[in-house]
């Protein structure tokens, strides 16, 4: 929630405000939206240029169903004398203002940013959980992590929020540091992993690894930096930080740690949850073993706010999988298989991951595992290679690979150097960019599935955003 004046003061110089104000009372907002169809009336729509879709041409329709302004560069003649229209030169710049200027009211809520190359929306449900368990908590909408997404949860504080847990993406070196100093910087942060994300943009694992510790980088003497000890290039960031560090993992080295695991695959995992000198039984119903990553991330950001362990071990056996990220469903595959929806996006080291919990998930005798993957986008000149590195890792992990798109037929390639018979292998070459050639293979692909598939397999469909892999999951 948030003020006309937080719009004011973050905007003094270039703010001009058309409509009438009714009364001596300033309106106030519930959010910022910059969807007109999930624009409420007490919201602030924020109109984008984007570019496909030009934002300013909603704003006589939201006007017409009541909703309270707009954020707009151009000003629209069609609406109601009452309808706000907050004009200024850029609406992101404006908006990154106005979430400035609201955080700075508040300064009393923890602000806890999370970034990684894979798993920080699963990390940043896991903490809101377990900091919800104790205190109103603000998490991050979905996945809201970038220049627009960032602002937009800021302004959905509240005044009771004890707790703000703020999901941060990058995909070039400087932004996670440009969103700390323009918008707000983080009291405590957490770093997942550092893997082969939007190489096309970073250039290199080095720079991935460079970008991600930024958020470290920022932090004050007085923040916390949480860091995955399991993962070398993660734990080295505590040179970078002048923050107290508490690490979480499995290795000796960690603070918060996990102990006696017992991994059951994709039907989850018991550990013992290891802090200082107490230690609790959890079930994590989470998959693979970066589901227990995740647990204890979410388990040592509850240590640092002093959570009960009750608490944090009720919190984290509570946890299911988000959405499109490592959803088992039963019966939901083709024929009647059980499908695992990982669809939301893919990295090697997820595809890694995932095939390794598909491996160690108990199966009926006759049961066979299934990779359908679509192609690995924003890889840059490390594409060939990625996909080679991820074919050559699923030998031994998965019975069938099936791929869709181009340079998708390098896992192919590298499954056959690590020994995976041809005849196991199906590769459907479309063009990525063109959305009817890709539907037209999805169709293919699910067909191929229909006749292969037996009710006992488990099917993994996994790919980048851009595939767009879920639009196959309705064809079976």
Request: glycine letters at 10%.
């Amino acid at each position: 929630m948030f003020e006309l004046q937080d719009v004011m003061s973050g905007n003094q110089e270039n703010l001009s405000i058309h409509g009438s104000l009714v009364g001596s009372k300033k309106p106030v907002f519930q959010s910022a939206q910059h969807d007109n169809r999930q624009c409420g009336q007490n919201d602030l729509f924020v109109a984008i240029t984007g570019a496909r879709v030009d934002g300013h041409r909603f704003i006589p329709a939201i006007a017409r169903a009541g909703v309270t302004g707009a954020l707009c560069t151009t000003p629209s003649e069609d609406v109601p004398d009452s309808f706000l229209q907050l004009v200024v030169p850029d609406v992101v710049k404006a908006l990154q203002a106005t979430a400035r200027a609201r955080v700075q009211r508040q300064p009393g809520t923890i602000k806890i940013g999370i970034t990684g190359s894979s798993g920080k929306t699963t990390t940043k449900e896991a903490i809101a959980a377990v900091l919800g368990s104790v205190a109103p908590t603000l998490k991050t909408y979905a996945s809201y992590n970038n220049e627009l997404g960032y602002p937009l949860t800021l302004l959905r504080l509240e005044a009771e929020h004890r707790y703000a847990v703020l999901e941060m993406g990058a995909e070039w070196v400087g932004e996670l540091r440009g969103l700390c100093e323009t918008i707000a910087c983080p009291d405590w942060s957490v770093i997942t992993t550092v893997g082969a994300a939007h190489l096309k943009h970073f250039g290199s694992l080095e720079n991935v690894a460079i970008a991600k510790s930024e958020l470290v980088q920022v932090l004050s003497p007085e923040g916390i930096a949480l860091l995955n000890y399991d993962d070398p290039v993660v734990r080295a960031m505590k040179e970078k930080t002048q923050a107290r560090v508490i690490y979480y993992g499995q290795g000796d080295g960690a603070m918060v740690r996990g102990r006696h695991v017992e991994e059951r695959g994709l039907l989850g995992s018991r550990f013992t949850l290891c802090i200082e000198d107490e230690e609790v039984p959890v079930q994590l119903r989470l998959p693979g073993t970066h589901g227990i990553t995740t647990a204890l991330a979410a388990a040592a950001v509850g240590y640092a706010a002093n959570v009960p362990l009750e608490n944090i071990r009720e919190s984290l056996e509570n946890l299911s999988s988000v959405q499109g990220r490592g959803e088992i469903k039963t019966s939901a595959g083709p024929n009647g298989s059980t499908l695992v929806d990982d669809t939301y996006n893919s990295i090697r080291q997820s595809i890694i991951a995932m095939t390794q919990a598909m491996q160690t998930t108990p199966l009926v005798p006759l049961g066979k595992c299934w990779a359908v993957l679509g192609e690995l986008l924003e890889q840059g000149e490390h594409t060939m290679d990625e996909h080679i590195a991820s074919g050559l890792a699923l030998a031994g992990k998965v019975d069938y690979l099936v791929v869709l798109g181009d340079f998708a037929r390098y896992f192919a390639e590298g499954a056959m150097q690590a020994g995976m018979p041809a005849e196991h292998i199906y590769v459907f070459s479309v063009d990525p960019a063109n959305v009817s050639e890709v539907e037209d293979g999805k169709r293919a692909v699910v067909q191929l599935l229909k006749e292969r598939v037996h009710p006992e397999d488990l099917v993994l469909v996994k790919g980048s955003r851009g595939m767009r892999m879920e639009t196959m999951l309705s064809m079976f």
